[in-house]
């Protein structure tokens, strides 16, 4: 029995708003924004500058709707990796020393499933968890931090206390390691 590709409804907006659609991107503001916030505040750490990248987001969006590939992700990936990328972005230019700490107080209530999730189930959830799981613990860590918490090498070094280059050599040997189980 061949498995059924669940219809993700928010690929219908995105041909809308690279046609100029204003009502589909406000929808799609509507329905995402509660999530790419969250993205943008647990990088940043910072109300005001991750309400600036939100909107950066939203203009990169609008701007760059037509080169979304659904075949490619879901549209949930596409822009929370946006998201992930703008924040970064503007941590990297406070400078040398900034790092991403684990913000808990600034958390916003919402019943909706994590961006983690979402974002795992987009990414064929079921293999990548399997996968992940056969990591060691502490690779298995490292990668879920960088790549679903959105914390940079540098901020994970520092809350590990570890050399940023063991670091990177963890995530890259993890990453290889992934692979080839994907690709199994």
């Known amino acids: ?32 924004s509660s999530k790419l916030f969250g993205v943008c505040l647990r990088i940043l750490s910072n109300r005001d500058e991750s309400e600036d990248v939100l909107q950066e987001v ?3 969006i609008w701007r760059r ?23 970064i972005d503007r941590l990297r230019a406070r400078g040398p020393l900034a790092y991403a700490e684990q913000v808990d107080e600034l958390e916003i209530a919402d019943d909706a499933p994590r961006a983690e999730a979402l974002l795992e189930a ?8 399997k ?6 613990e502490r690779t298995e860590k490292v990668i879920r931090t960088a790549f679903f918490e959105g914390v940079t090498y540098e901020a994970l070094a520092q ?11 963890w995530i890259r ?6 692979k080839g189980c994907l690709e199994q």
């Open 1 to 32: 029995m061949a498995a059924t590709a669940v219809s993700d409804p928010l690929a219908e907006l995105l041909p809308r708003i690279a046609a100029g659609d204003r009502a589909a991107l406000r929808q799609l503001y509507q329905a995402t």
């Open 58 to 60: 939203y203009l990169t």
């Open 65 to 87: 709707a037509d080169r979304f590939e659904a075949s490619r992700a879901s549209v949930m990936t596409w822009i929370s990796t946006i998201a992930r990328n703008r924040a």
């Open 122 to 129: 987009a990414q064929s959830g079921e293999a990548l968890g």
């Open 131 to 136: 996968c992940l799981s056969e990591l060691d």
């Open 159 to 169: 809350r590990m206390e570890t050399p940023l280059g063991t670091v990177k050599s």
């Open 173 to 178: 040997r993890g990453l290889l390691k992934l």
